[in-house]
């Protein structure tokens, strides 16, 4: 038991320090982008170039693994991970940086579906709820403290150092994985077969492109530009060729045949839509505590942090109820059911809501979330062979970062569109002939009378109305989005019966 959990720390030290590095480097864009003398757009690509090369590298992880051998390929990830991290804080130039992190991407990518398939490899089956409880906890608190350590770095030292702290990290990463992880026998004993050149060529260049997509998607007006338009082809045809070639070829570089599984098909499924209704609150959260509420960083962060303790708590508890016997189907409906509650108490949210009012919400959706991940990631694997299980784990943190992905591009365009939609229509009835308009301006320009401000006494009533025509056409926009993300993860819930039970057997000493 203890070789199983030293296993388990040492699997999950890099894991961590990965996840929490897709979201570090947000707060610090504005210091970057001042150091490098870039623009907005060239900066975003500090985050894009990473998300790029993480998503392509996650799907082949397992064949990676195969072909390299486990223990040699997840040292190769944690060393180009840690290398490229001190190239990212000395980088001089924005181009630069950006090679950096694309190297830091593809050494971070197979980190997640290593350590995932490692830890459910080294504990037996019954404690595979366990097992996904203390991944899932890194999981969920690594985003969460990036942007709380991000920002602190960058006030107090400087925006370099939140690179340099993964070299500690990385090296007592590199000393664990040395002397605890071991390669299975079935991989030791893996014949090494021709590369899959056709299916690593389109899956790249599919992945990227689609990844480009949703990233300046809504910044580029989608396809009113030529570029978006263009990538979304490439992205399309090189997908669908990929899904060709994979099929066909005998040894592929990511096993489609793996979804021959109902569970873990369903899994893929819930998995994509859950991290897309999850991301999406979790990106709109914020932008309306701020931009709506007037709250400080600080503020929303106080916002954000209950929910995650919420789910820090209750994931060790899914695991032990499961262990017990409860079964993850169970589990699964009650975490949906709260995840969709959550953000149908969100759509309530108005422009007077206080503090608890904002937060009650954000906490539910953290048990949750608590109760969505664990059981679910149990229930997905649990008929996959050990042999199957690295190739299983990538297609699955695959779909669950291009679930978040689509949650945020799908969630900026509808608060996008809707807030326009609320506008017109508001804007409809604040004309001057209307009885309401004449006494509301009549209100304020005596108002604007009594007070010293920079606006003009004939101007002044239209900015103040129609300020707060924005402010309203705003808010009903971000009730719409919650509105829908809770029918989009209520409508979750039937998926649940799909899953089948466990086949044969537990071998109860199946450990690494």
């Known amino acids: 038991m203890t070789s199983r959990w030293v296993v388990a720390i040492t699997v999950m030290l890099p894991t961590f320090m990965e996840i929490m590095d897709t979201s570090v480097v947000n707060v610090s864009l504005p210091h970057i982008q001042g150091s490098l003398n870039a623009g907005l757009d060239e900066v975003t690509w500090v985050l ?35 290398g490229s991290s001190i190239l990212c804080g000395a980088a001089t130039s924005l181009n630069v940086l950006i090679i950096a992190r694309s190297l830091q991407g593809i050494g971070g990518g197979g980190l997640q579906p290593l350590s995932q398939a490692i830890l459910l490899e080294s504990f037996p ?90 990233d300046k998607g809504q910044r580029d007006d989608w396809f009113q530009s030529h570029f978006i338009v263009v990538m979304t082809i490439v992205a399309a045809t090189s997908l669908m060729a990929f899904i060709l070639v994979e ?13 021959r599984h109902r569970s873990f098909t369903a899994g893929c499924v819930i998995m994509f839509s859950g991290f897309l209704g999850l991301f999406g609150t979790l990106i709109l959260l914020p932008l309306y505590t701020q931009n709506l509420m007037g709250y400080t960083a600080t503020l929303a962060g106080f916002v954000l942090g209950p929910g995650g303790f919420a789910a820090f708590l209750i994931m060790p508890l899914a695991g032990i109820l499961m262990k017990k016997g409860v079964s993850p189907r169970i589990l699964l409906a009650i975490g949906l059911s709260l995840m969709a509650w959550a953000m149908w108490l969100m759509s309530g949210f108005n422009l007077k809501a206080g503090f608890m009012v904002i937060s009650i919400p954000r906490v539910v959706l953290g048990f949750g979330l608590g109760l969505f991940f664990v059981p679910l990631s149990a229930a997905t694997f649990v008929n996959i062979e050990k042999e199957e299980m690295g190739n299983a784990s990538g297609v699955f943190n695959l779909l669950r970062n291009l679930g978040g992905s689509f949650g945020v591009a799908v969630s900026a365009t509808l608060l996008a569109r809707r807030t326009q939609v609320h506008q017109t ?88």
């Not at 190769?76 to 840690?82: A, E, I, Y």
């Not at 203390?134 to 942007?147: D, K, R």
């Not at 939140?162 to 893996?190: E, H, S, W």
């Not at 809770?486 to 899953?499: K, N």
Request: one cysteine or more; aromatic letters at 14%.
């Open 48 to 82: 894009t170039s990473y998300l790029v090369s993480n998503a392509v590298i996650i799907p082949i992880s397992g064949w990676l693994s195969g072909l390299f051998g486990r223990k040699r390929y997840l040292l190769f990830s944690v060393c180009l991970f840690v």
């Open 425 to 512: 229509f508001l804007a409809e009835h604040a004309t001057p002939f209307g009885r309401a308009f004449k006494e509301h301006t009549h209100q304020l320009n005596g108002w604007l009378g009594t007070h010293d401000t920079p606006l003009t006494f004939e101007r002044g009533p239209l900015a103040i109305i129609y300020q707060e025509v924005q402010r309203q056409a705003t808010m009903l926009a971000f009730n719409d989005c919650f509105w829908i993300l809770a029918w989009f993860v209520a409508l979750l819930l039937p998926l649940t019966l799909i899953f089948r039970k466990p086949e044969g057997k537990i071998d109860t000493d199946a450990v690494l």
């Open 125 to 214: 089956q019954e404690e595979h709820g366990v097992a996904m409880a203390f991944f899932g906890m890194g999981v969920v608190m690594a985003p969460i403290l990036g942007p709380v350590v991000g920002g602190w770095i960058t006030d107090h030292w400087n925006w370099r150092w939140i690179f340099y702290i993964n070299f500690p990290m990385g090296i007592l990463a590199v000393i664990l994985i040395t002397f605890l992880i071991q390669d299975p026998p079935y991989i030791r004993q893996k014949r090494r077969h021709r590369i899959d050149r056709w299916g690593l060529l389109f899956l790249t260049v599919g992945l990227g492109s689609l990844q480009i997509v949703l």
């Open 247 to 259: 099929f066909r070829t005998r040894n592929p570089v990511v096993n489609l045949r793996v979804f």
